[in-house]
């Protein structure tokens, strides 16, 4: 199997600070993979370098077959391949739910308003919103408008889907509805790279789960290592995520 | 250039300057009897300076100085001179937004404000005038000064149907007689800038200072 | 008191009247729809231009913003006209008119496009959409939904402030009065009358902007709320 994301030796700084200090891992296709770690480790930052939001400055970055370090890489490209949601979901506010996952692929894939109006029914019904169609994003629940989001990235038909801490912003309740999603995605082989909080949802769904502290990657493996962490660090790290 | 002309173009400025700040004594007077009329509780007062202000907020400046230049005469006053009646107009003009503006002001401390003064037990006056009016009146000083703004622009409609010689009215004079419109109004131009400019500023400066300080 | 009212005289110029209406409402919506305009690209220069051009808007905005109306329209028809260019004076009017309403809708539209989330512009990148599909869909037009509410009231005064330009000559419903008077000499019913036509004007075209937005914005003519 060969592997759709690999990092080797990421660094990135902001100013002098230096946030990514060499990571490195690699992803399959059809795999889950879940980055954890303390908030600062860079977890986040490793992940909007993958979608080229930050753009890394020194390493290697192949996703989907996208060399990120090249200056003439082709974005709108990377981007088809790439669907990313966030944690403050980020949909339009002036578009219905319809026409907020219609959007790209008519301005970007230049379908016909049928054709998106068709895959949009069919990925809104995948996330359980079929009956909220003409809403607008104000009228929903964050859980139900997370789910738009997530909608509105699978109707480009990604190959690889990135998350970044999508439940963090959302009450106990409503997380679970989002998180049902994800595990379907992830039941159907969407390759998918989350990072997260939910210890329990990355033991359940995660493939490889990675460790990061420091800008580094400390420790990585299956999901196993959750239940057996082989650094202390970890081990700490879950104890305490494990208390809240 | 000729430096009669400048000479005419300053007074033109003390022109406009003299109305400026008898438009904002006046208007202010006025504008702040307005804001109080509008929040009172009687419904026939604050519904009839509503339609005051509707009516004055309606229509263009130029038509309320004829209705003032021409009114007094009509009704058996005595007509009023060219700066009276501007004075007049941009009085009433003025009260209209002034008034809307500190409404908006008075109401936004009211609310809270105003339910925990009922609670002490204080009168309407007087809760008006501890509570309410300090509060009020450091939210309504930058929106205020960006009016005087307003005041000091307007004030060049007074050369139109009055007649009032302020700064435009001697720059159109000036080019009548030179043909220089670029010059001559644009150094009326500048002139006014100079005047509202500064203002602006300070309004924007106390807006961002207020601001910083609610936060 | 002895004067007695005689509105019928002024009221028999109603073709004079009717003509100036529309030419005030003429004036007022090429001034808007080229004020719009230049007030959206010039919000944007100033939101995401290069630094020497937001100089230069600027410059236009404050230097508009801190001058009378009136000023301004002499400076630019007398001005042309000074230059040997015989325009009609109904283009010099409509320029005067847009240069000003320009720089107040540039402000405005500056703040709606300022209060659009980062996050939503990242939103848009990532989905692919390119930088010119992110201002017309992403930045714009919600821009313009959440400040429609004060353009039209900009645009109202606008409308008020037209009359303004029979001062050079512009036979709009301002400017029809002067012949009234003169052929009348009943100056204050002229004035009533005026300021009772204009009055219907600004409810008018109050509504017209309204109906408007409903027709522009979809979202407000369901939700019935400000963005």
């Known amino acids: ?244 | 250039m000729n430096s009669a002309f400048i000479i005419s173009l300053l007074q033109g400025l003390l022109g406009t300057v003299i109305l400026s700040i008898l438009t904002f004594i006046f208007g202010g007077i006025l504008g702040f009897l307005i804001a109080l009329a509008r929040i009172s509780p009687v419904a026939v007062i604050s519904r009839g300076t509503g339609v005051y202000i509707e009516i004055l907020q309606g229509m263009p400046l130029l038509v309320l100085m004829g209705l003032c230049f021409y009114g007094p005469g009509i009704f058996g006053y005595d007509s009023l001179s060219p700066l009276q009646a501007a004075t007049f107009a941009l009085t009433l003009y003025s009260s209209a937004y002034l008034g809307e503006i500190w409404r908006g002001c008075l109401q936004s401390v009211a609310k809270p404000q105003w339910e925990a003064a009922e609670c002490l037990g204080i009168g309407r006056w007087h809760r008006m005038r501890h509570v309410i009016l300090p509060q009020a009146l450091r939210i309504a000083t930058p929106p205020t000064v960006g009016f005087m703004v307003q005041i000091i622009k307007n004030t060049s409609i007074a050369s139109l149907v009055v007649g009032y010689a302020e700064l435009s009215y001697n720059a159109k004079i000036i080019n009548n007689s030179t043909f220089q419109p670029f010059l001559y109004f644009g150094i009326a131009a500048l002139m006014y800038f100079a005047v509202c400019y500064p203002l602006s500023v300070q309004s924007r400066v106390l807006e961002r200072k207020l601001n910083v300080a609610n936060r | ?227």
């Open chain 3, 1 to 227: 008191m002895t004067y007695e009212f005689d509105f019928g005289a002024v009221l028999g110029y109603w073709p004079l009247l009717l003509q100036g209406t529309l030419t005030t409402l003429r004036l007022t919506l090429f001034s808007t729809v080229f004020g719009i305009l230049i007030g959206a690209f010039c919000a944007l220069v100033k939101t995401g231009g290069p630094q020497w051009a937001r100089t230069i808007v600027g410059l236009y905005v404050e230097f508009i913003r801190n001058t009378p109306l009136l000023i301004q329209s002499y400076f630019l028809i007398f001005g042309i006209a000074s230059m040997g260019l015989r325009l009609p004076i109904l283009v010099g009017a409509t320029i005067a008119l847009t240069v000003n309403i320009g720089a107040y809708t540039t402000e405005i539209v500056r703040a709606g496009i300022e209060s659009i989330h980062r996050g939503q512009l990242e939103a848009a990148e990532c989905l692919g959409l390119s930088k010119v599909q992110t201002y017309l869909h992403i930045i714009i037009r919600p821009a313009l939904e959440r400040v429609y509410p004060a353009l039209a009231s900009q645009y109202v005064l606008l409308m008020l402030a037209s009359s303004i330009l029979s001062s050079v000559g512009v036979e709009e419903l301002f400017g029809m009065s002067n012949r009234i008077q003169s052929d009348t000499f009943r100056n204050f019913e002229v004035f009533v009358v005026l300021g009772i036509l204009y009055l219907i004007l600004a409810v008018v075209v109050r509504a017209g902007f309204s109906l408007l937005g409903l027709a522009l914005f979809p979202r407000r003519r369901k939700l019935g709320t400000s963005l």
């Open chain 1, 1 to 244: 199997m060969s592997p759709i994301v690999e990092l080797k030796d990421v660094r990135k700084s902001f100013g002098n600070l230096e946030i990514l200090k060499g990571v490195s891992f690699e992803v399959n296709r059809g795999e889950v993979a879940a980055i954890i770690g303390q908030s600062g480790s860079g977890k986040s930052t490793a992940l909007r370098c993958m979608d080229r939001l930050e753009t890394i400055q020194g390493g290697s970055m192949v996703i989907c077959g996208h060399r990120l370090e090249d200056a003439k890489i082709d974005l709108k490209a990377l981007r088809r391949d790439v669907g990313i949601v966030f944690q403050s979901y980020n949909l339009f506010p002036h578009l219905t739910v319809a026409e907020n996952v219609m959007l790209a692929p008519r301005l970007v894939k230049a379908v016909s308003r049928a054709e998106a109006r068709t895959v949009a029914e069919a990925v809104i019904a995948k996330v359980g919103l079929h009956e909220k169609l003409e809403a607008y994003p104000e009228q929903l629940s964050g859980g139900q408008q997370q789910r738009v989001a997530i909608a509105r990235s699978l109707a480009m038909e990604p190959k690889l889907m990135l998350f970044d801490e999508v439940t963090s912003a959302l009450d106990p309740q409503l997380t679970g509805e989002v998180l049902k999603v994800m595990e379907q995605l992830a039941t159907e082989g969407m390759t998918m790279i989350l990072v997260t909080h939910e210890m329990g949802f990355a033991r359940k769904v995660a493939d490889r789960v990675i460790y990061m502290r420091d800008g580094k990657v400390h420790e990585a493996g299956s999901s196993d290592i959750l239940r057996t962490p082989s650094t202390p660090e970890l081990a700490e790290f879950i104890s305490e995520a494990s208390e809240h």
